[in-house]
């Protein structure tokens, strides 16, 4: 009876040795390919992200491929931002037309911009690191090819907003006439669509402090 009692407990440890040692190598190799899972999953995330960026280039791309004198509504040009440092704007519109007339002002004008499609968009510019002197969004986002949660342009502030140390000033660009209502969202300043080189002048100054402008009547 004592060799039976003796043999059980010699069984008992064994299998317990061996359910311990597997548990161990299954504990590991769960580890492991949750470490290859959360590696393809950042593999995928950069992937997302690198193709996104060149998608925002080559929108930023098309928009300026038809030259200046093209974008542009108004062809009057009066003028011309001087300084030591050029301001840098990023413009949020899907608008192809829209977005064209705008950037062709501001490039006229002298100012460096970028362009991109979406609120999102311009939220990953200034996440990355991007300094811009303002921001320029349009009121909606509806039309965007790619189709997103922000779709308004207040939505779009409250998100810049959650960004540590943003402080950077922005203009809603819409064709709503109540600056009031937009004022009251957080935006420092707002401007009636389309806009013009007039616009400019009574805005800009008001944001950007320190900009300073040159007359230059065209010959």
Do not use: W
């Amino acid at each position: 009876m004592e060799f039976v009692v003796v043999g059980l407990v010699v069984f008992i440890i064994i299998c317990f040795c061996y359910i311990s040692e597997y548990g161990e190598k299954t504990k590991t190799k769960i580890e492991e390919l949750n470490k290859e899972i959360e590696r393809l999953n950042k593999e995928v995330k950069l992937r997302d992200i690198y193709k996104r960026e060149l998608e925002r280039i080559e929108f930023d791309k098309e928009i300026k491929s038809v030259g200046i004198e093209n974008m542009t509504i108004s062809k009057e040009h009066k003028y011309k931002v001087v300084g030591k440092k050029i301001p840098k704007i990023l413009i949020g519109d899907y608008n192809p037309s829209s977005v064209r007339n705008t950037c062709g002002v501001l490039m006229r004008m002298g100012f460096d911009v970028d362009v991109v499609e979406t609120a999102e968009d311009v939220i990953e510019k200034v996440k990355s690191f991007m300094h811009y002197d303002l921001i320029i969004s349009n009121n909606e986002y509806y039309g965007s090819k790619h189709k997103s949660k922000i779709t308004s342009s207040h939505q779009l502030l409250d998100g810049l907003k959650e960004i540590e140390d943003f402080d950077t000033p922005v203009i809603v660009l819409t064709v709503s006439n109540d600056r009031e209502k937009f004022l009251s969202y957080g935006f420092n300043e707002h401007i009636q669509k389309v806009l013009d080189e007039e616009k400019v002048m009574q805005v800009f100054p008001k944001v950007l402090k320190k900009l300073k402008f040159e007359t230059i009547e065209k010959q």
